[in-house]
């Protein structure tokens, strides 16, 4: 395929390519605005590192402010990634990532929302920051005072009202902000017990209050003081609202993604729901229910089945008229796992109690008295087959191999019966012991048209296009006008040359991604370098200043620049 046809192609991922870049950069630069403006606004709300003191609720606050704004435009980017977007297993992928991504932060803000709501929570935030003293004045006229912070060193709670109680109502109470000698805030009347609710007007900052108290008694007094604090508005209400912000925005991301992901999930490789194409009229395999190690251990087979051909099945043994089959212990099918109407051996009557047994059992279940020894009676291989096809036209497919089993022990060369067996095992899913079955049936009439068919099925089936190729080519030469053979023929090779073209397309998008490196080089013009002939980083590295001129696009001045490139490279 020419350059011209992958720069075609590769168009809608080099568009992906920029919009990604332009998300991380957009990103990128929002979070360090997000840092400079949280610190900047927490500058300004006091913050100091003697004593230290950093408002943690407005730099959160600013913070989350510009991630819910990231929120919103990754809906955006996410559309946009969606529309350039060619493969509808990356549509898929890309959908439900971001579902996935929406979920956990869903979970996450929904968590901090009920939290930060929680009484008990603000409770346990309010007991970090209760300041109280107290103090003993004496007699001699002596005035004595204590202070407290406004707010915490992290500016979660607020003072809101102080408590002081002096032991003798002759006495004299100020309220001074910022120290001693700051701003008269509170002087009440003199009494024993004070009560003062304006904390709130004067705790923006982490200003410090003094409480002076003056004795005007001849004795000396008592007092004590205690401060009650409440959570900061931005942690106890506006944060919480960004928190319900986010759900929302992620909520309706979802509603966005999910259409788009049940849409693509049917043809996405990445999904439970994946079901590859098939022809009409053509049999799929059943809802596979295997463990993975009976899948490994059959993938095994199958690998084996490839690599080794099967030695000659033995010879059919010439059935006399009255066929009988010794069925070894192991072998023998348990009682109740085909329905009745199956041809098989009448129960035993005990000669002691009366009671039925298995035909096989050597003493009665109920009284233990020995059996009388019976001979077996002869097993039609017809019937059991066609009872085998029964079932499997029913889709009970493990009763369907327990008939033809019993098919097999008289005549391990039926090549029907391996046919089918094969085709049971085929739709439980068990590739490689099919694949044995069929192998088996092709010794014996190499040129069954039926049983290539089924072999052809079950290898393309396992991404093993080349092999299944060869079956339908020589399907074709025994049967020159099979229409089945045919569409397979022409859809496989539209498959060969499709993957040839992706994997074309990904050679060629990580060579101009890494020319796109170099200093100078956009995708124009990695394109022309590409279409010159350098289809590879070691190539572009070892041309000269010269030669890269030469090329379309490219002047001497930029050629001088790109040289440079490499070299520091």
């Not at 707010?151 to 109470?173: K, Y």
């Not at 053509?282 to 099967?310: C, H, N, R, W």
């Not at 022990?409 to 694949?435: F, P, Q, V, Y």
């Not at 014996?444 to 190729?469: C, F, G, H, Y």
Request: charged share 25%; net charge negative; aromatic share 8%.
């Amino acid at each position: 395929m020419s350059i011209k046809n992958i720069k075609e192609r590769l168009e809608g991922s080099y568009r992906l390519i920029r919009i990604k870049r332009i998300k991380f950069g957009f990103y990128a630069i929002e979070m360090i605005l997000a840092f400079i403006l949280g610190f900047t606004m927490a500058i300004l709300r006091g913050a100091k590192f003697e004593p230290f003191y950093f408002p943690v609720d407005w730099f959160a606050f600013i913070v989350l402010i510009m991630l819910l704004i990231v929120s919103v435009e990754n809906i955006y980017f996410s559309g946009l990634e969606l529309r350039y977007t060619k493969n509808k297993s990356r549509k898929y992928l890309l959908a439900r990532n971001n579902m996935r991504r929406s979920m956990a932060i869903i979970a996450v803000s929904a968590f901090c929302v009920v939290l930060l709501f929680l009484p008990l929570t603000q409770e346990k935030i309010v007991e970090l920051h209760m300041p109280s003293s107290g103090g003993i004045i004496d007699y001699r006229g002596i005035s004595q005072n204590a202070s407290f912070k406004c707010q915490d060193e992290l500016g979660l709670t607020r003072a809101s009202t102080i408590q002081i109680n002096v032991s003798d109502g002759d006495n004299q109470v100020t309220l001074m902000l910022g120290g001693t000698t700051g701003l008269n805030i509170w002087r009440p009347e003199s009494k024993t017990g004070y009560s003062y609710g304006g904390l709130p007007e004067h705790s923006a900052m982490q200003d410090i209050v003094s409480v002076v108290v003056e004795n005007h008694a001849g004795t000396a007094i008592n007092f004590t003081y205690s401060v009650t604090s409440d959570v900061s508005p931005l942690i106890k209400t506006f944060i919480p609202a960004l928190g319900l912000g986010f759900i929302i925005v992620q909520f309706a991301a979802m509603s966005i993604m999910y259409p788009i992901r049940e849409a693509y999930a049917s043809s996405s490789i990445y999904s439970k729901k994946y079901v590859p194409e098939t022809d009409s009229g053509e049999y799929s395999v059943t809802e596979i229910k295997l463990t993975k190690k009976e899948k490994e251990e059959d993938e095994a087979i199958l690998e084996k089945e490839l690599d080794m051909e099967l030695p000659e099945p033995p010879k059919p043994m010439p059935a006399p008229e009255a066929a009988k089959c010794d069925i070894e212990p192991e072998m023998v099918r348990s009682r109740g796992s085909v329905d009745d109407g199956l041809i098989e051996e009448p129960d035993v009557q005990c000669s002691h109690c009366g009671e039925m047994n298995s035909a096989q059992s050597a003493m009665c279940f109920s009284c233990g008295t020995a059996l009388e020894a019976r001979e077996k009676l002869a097993i039609d291989p017809a019937a059991y087959l066609k009872k085998g096809e029964s079932f499997a036209n029913a889709g009970r497919y493990d009763d369907a191999i327990s008939c033809y089993d019993e098919v097999l022990k008289i005549d391990s060369t039926n090549e029907r019966t391996l046919l089918r067996k094969g085709e049971a095992l085929h739709k439980l899913g068990k590739w490689g012991s099919a694949i044995q079955y069929v192998n088996t049936a092709l010794k014996v009439n190499p040129n069954n048209v039926q049983t290539l068919v089924l072999k052809a099925r079950i290898l393309e089936e396992r991404d093993r296009m080349d092999k299944s190729i060869e079956i339908y080519s020589q399907i074709l030469a025994l049967d020159p006008e099979n229409s089945f053979a045919k569409s397979r023929m022409a859809r496989l090779s539209q498959q060969f040359e499709k993957v040839a073209e992706e994997s074309e397309i990904e050679s060629a998008e990580k060579v101009l991604e890494q020319f796109m490196e170099v200093p100078g080089i956009g995708l124009a013009r990695a394109t022309a370098l590409y279409e010159a002939g350098y289809t590879s980083f070691e190539m572009l590295k070892s041309v000269s200043e010269e030669q890269l001129s030469k090329v379309k696009g490219i002047s001497k001045g930029v050629a001088k620049k790109i040289r440079k490139g490499l070299d520091t490279m």
